[in-house]
């Protein structure tokens, strides 16, 4: 990236991290992005409601497409630092997970694209609700629409090398999902709880086999059984509590094996709540899939990299925080890889977080390279 590049992304990032949106809120940063596409490049923009996406079209196609995505809505955080000039205007709300950079970086490369002459076509994807795992699945059928052959995708990662490469073939990110389970039995007066039904020890005989029903779904990868909240009763010493909620993430290295542990919790939750005579209804939040990343897409990748001399790793674990990128990966071949921001670097959802802007032209010079291979 030339200088003027990079300080107008530079300037752009700030903005989009000014203005953070929740998922699927993202109305203002979408607009932004792509006003900022219009007025900078030549790319084709095509709105498609929630999402959107830049296209550059080949004069003489003689690749298959490729496609590279960037999300951009924030998490529900707030940020710590009051003297930072492009801090967050909307309370409560954050770019605490870099997507304002990776919007920037993607815009950063389309200023490149609308430079070159190439023989394929390119699609840049502009993802809305990643952090629910909602968008992804949406996007992910202009792979078809399209026919790409191929897609890759950018994270940034504190803890490891400011710049590093890092990557695994096969999976990636783990999948997970968010359970919630409602517990309803009936009130009482508190001096007679004998009159109703209360959930409490149905929740209470429930937790200690949470870990014995993830151990046994596991025959390969990891699973895990996280409890994020516990809900009973209110705060009205003279009533015995009637209704009761147990959130739940769980989380597999293989889908597989995570549907077992999906079958498990809800099998054991019904067997203990009939036992107790309380009845459970389940609702499910932020479902993700196991993120995979093809082999000959990590080969690519890795031969880029020693070429242009940037440090690669290769993880030899998945990662177990989960990504919808995977929903793009079930249709076709792609990687999604991190870029390192620094080991000393504020932890991704933390309210001291910033994007490290100095990797954003390390992420344009691989997809450059990624696209020209």
């Not at 084709?44 to 003489?60: C, L, M, Q």
């Not at 209470?204 to 151990?215: C, F, G, Q």
């Not at 739940?248 to 498990?264: A, F």
Request: charge should be negative; include cysteine; glycine fraction near 8%.
């Amino acid at each position: 990236m030339n200088k003027t590049d990079f300080e107008l992304i530079v300037s752009l990032r700030h903005e989009l991290h000014a203005h953070p949106e929740l998922s699927e809120h993202e109305y203002e940063t979408k607009a932004r992005l792509m006003s900022f596409l219009a007025e900078h490049t030549a790319l084709k923009i095509v709105d498609r409601g929630a999402w959107f996406y830049a296209y550059y079209s080949s004069e003489n196609p003689e690749l298959a497409p490729i496609a590279f995505r960037a999300d951009f809505d924030a998490v529900g955080v707030t940020e710590a630092n009051p003297t930072l000039p492009y801090r967050s205007c909307n309370e409560g709300v954050g770019h605490m997970c870099g997507h304002d950079g990776h919007s920037a970086a993607l815009c950063a490369f389309a200023l490149e694209l609308s430079r070159l002459r190439l023989n394929r076509d390119v699609y840049l994807i502009f993802q809305h609700a990643e952090e629910n795992g909602q968008g992804a699945k949406l996007c992910s059928e202009l792979i078809g629409e399209k026919g790409i052959a191929e897609i890759f995708a950018f994270h940034n990662c504190p803890g490891r090398p400011l710049g590093e490469v890092s990557v695994r073939k096969g999976c990636m990110d783990f999948a997970s999902r968010g359970m919630i389970l409602s517990f309803l039995g009936k009130q009482a007066h508190a001096s007679r709880p004998e009159d109703g039904v209360n959930p409490a020890m149905t929740i209470a005989e429930l937790i200690p086999e949470l870990d014995k029903i993830a151990a046994a779904s596991s025959i390969e990868g990891l699973c895990m059984c996280t409890i994020v909240m516990i809900e009973l009763g209110e705060e009205t010493f003279g009533i015995s509590a009637g209704s009761g909620r147990l959130l739940l993430t769980i989380r597999g290295e293989y889908e597989s094996e995570l549907d077992k542990l999906d079958i498990g919790v809800k099998t054991t939750a019904a067997i203990i709540a009939r036992d107790e005579n309380v009845e459970l209804r389940m609702e499910y939040r932020d479902v993700f899939p196991e993120t995979g990343c093809t082999p000959q897409s990590v080969d690519k990748l890795e031969r880029l990299c020693h070429r242009l001399d940037i440090p690669f790793y290769e993880l030899p674990e998945p990662q177990r925080g989960s990504e919808d990128f995977g929903w793009y990966t079930k249709r076709t071949h792609g990687a999604i890889f991190n870029i390192g921001s620094g080991r000393d670097h504020a932890g991704l959802h933390t309210e001291s977080f910033d994007y490290p802007d100095e990797i954003t032209p390390i992420a344009v010079r691989l997809m450059l390279g990624l696209t020209e291979n």
